[in-house]
């Protein structure tokens, strides 16, 4: 093998195994040294550490192994430049041994299987903690529980890589300055503090499958890195009935991605979607979540019942044949349970599907009434689409062309102006 073929094939390496083990290195490094923000820049510094070794001498047989040992090693670093050779440096540097790198043992204390979900559920409720910006929360899961670079949050979110690192930094230093302890909260708190981050899971692939601005509909390394979050968090949690409401919807939601785009990328319409090319597989998982969160719960959660409604698209062999009777109430039951014009606006299409585009009117106009999403075009694009099957023609244009100064993504514009470019 050539030296390049082999520092190719140990930076692939090191990215496996990373994306793979990162959590668990971190978590069990916070576990370790008391402190989040000293783990997660401990954890930087092992990989780095990994990109320069592992393409020259090999990878480890034990790769996390190894990337804890040497985290474990900069913490002694660390500890000693605080003080040096306190009670605390002692008893680690013992553990670790003589030459500083370890045997095995050390690593076999601190990989605890039976401590490491516990440790990942906290690394995910300190990252989403409420104390932090939804940016921050949605920046330091993507880093330390999804294992992304910043270079990776950046392009995913189209912001400089600038901007991600700040955000980072000043999330650590905010948890620190709010002391807020390395650990899963009680279960008196669970519950409050679960909301939050699965909403941030549900921010995280709700931007992954619509992407608000940028040339691609889908970013799909968003949408999976949150599903993945999503499993995980049904392991660690799974007498959660929202943990598995929110599997169903995104697994739901993302059976339709291979429909949702044509050939060069533009965006299919519900109408317009091969159904025949949706995720059989994907959909069974979701419908699997769902029938759970059901059994496990004492009814649906907001997550639930916007899973039941993709599980109402997923089952129907057409548009016209979906129950939209069903959606409708679906749709009823989440606005009461969490409202937001968003909801609003969804029922409203689902009643113009049910009832006819007369009947829905009324809800988008009092929507546009209150100034809800006022920077959005999601509610212009509804209300033309409304006056154009009422033939109400002349609204419809006006409807649509602010919809399309208003949208930010590139290929959902397209559509828009494709709409507008019908009406003659």
């Known amino acids: 093998m050539t030296p390049e073929a082999g520092d190719h094939t140990g930076r692939e390496a090191v990215a496996a195994v990373w994306r793979i083990e990162s959590a668990r290195i971190v978590g069990a490094l916070a576990r370790y040294t008391g402190d989040f923000a000293l783990a997660e820049d401990l954890a930087q510094e092992a990989l780095a550490e990994a990109l320069v070794t592992w393409p020259r001498e090999g990878v480890p047989r034990n ?4 990337l804890l040992t040497v985290g474990r090693r900069r913490a002694i670093d660390a500890f000693r430049r605080r003080s040096a050779l306190d009670e605390k440096y002692a008893v680690l540097a013992h553990d670790l041994g003589e030459d500083g790198v370890g045997q095995g043992a050390d690593v076999d204390v601190l990989w605890d299987p039976d401590q490491i979900d516990d440790d990942v559920l906290a690394l995910m409720f300190m990252s989403c903690h409420p104390v932090l910006s939804r940016e921050a929360r949605v920046a330091l899961t993507l880093r330390v529980v999804g294992g992304l670079t910043s270079d990776e949050i950046a392009k995913a979110f189209l912001v400089p890589t600038a ?80 943990v ?17 785009t044509g050939p060069d990328g533009e965006p299919v319409l519900l109408e317009h979607q091969d159904r025949s090319r949706w995720d059989r597989s994907a959909i069974a998982r979701g419908r699997a979540a769902l029938g759970r969160a059901a ?97 109400r023609t002349d609204e419809a244009r006006t409807e649509l062309e602010l919809a399309v100064r208003l949208c930010g993504n590139e290929r959902e514009r397209v559509v828009l102006e494709r709409k507008l470019a019908d009406l003659g």
């Open 163 to 242: 901007t991600v690192q700040a955000r980072i930094t000043r999330a650590k230093k905010t948890l620190g300055a709010a002391r807020v302890p390395f650990e899963a909260p009680a279960a008196k708190e669970r519950t409050e503090r679960l909301g939050s981050v699965l909403s941030v899971v549900y921010l995280i692939f709700t931007e992954g499958s619509s992407a608000s601005s940028g040339d691609d509909l889908i970013r799909f390394d968003l949408a999976s890195e949150a599903q993945r979050l999503a499993r995980v968090l049904t392991r660690l949690v799974p007498d959660e009935p929202e």
């Open 63 to 66: 790769p996390a192994g190894w």
């Open 295 to 391: 059994q496990v719960g004492r009814g649906l959660g907001a997550y639930g019942l916007q899973a039941a409604i993709a599980e109402c698209h997923a089952i129907a062999v057409s548009v016209d044949a979906t129950n939209w009777e069903r959606v409708v109430v679906l749709y009823e039951a989440l606005g009461r349970l969490a409202p937001s014009p968003v909801v609003d606006l969804n029922r409203a299409v689902a009643v113009s599907m049910a009832q006819g585009p007369s009947a829905a009117l009324p809800i988008v106009d009092e929507l546009a009434a209150a100034e809800a999403l006022p920077n959005s075009h999601l509610l212009p694009s509804v209300r033309g689409e409304l006056l154009t099957r009422l033939g």
């Open 244 to 260: 598995f409401g929110l599997l169903a919807l995104l697994e739901l939601t993302a059976a339709r991605f291979p429909a949702r």
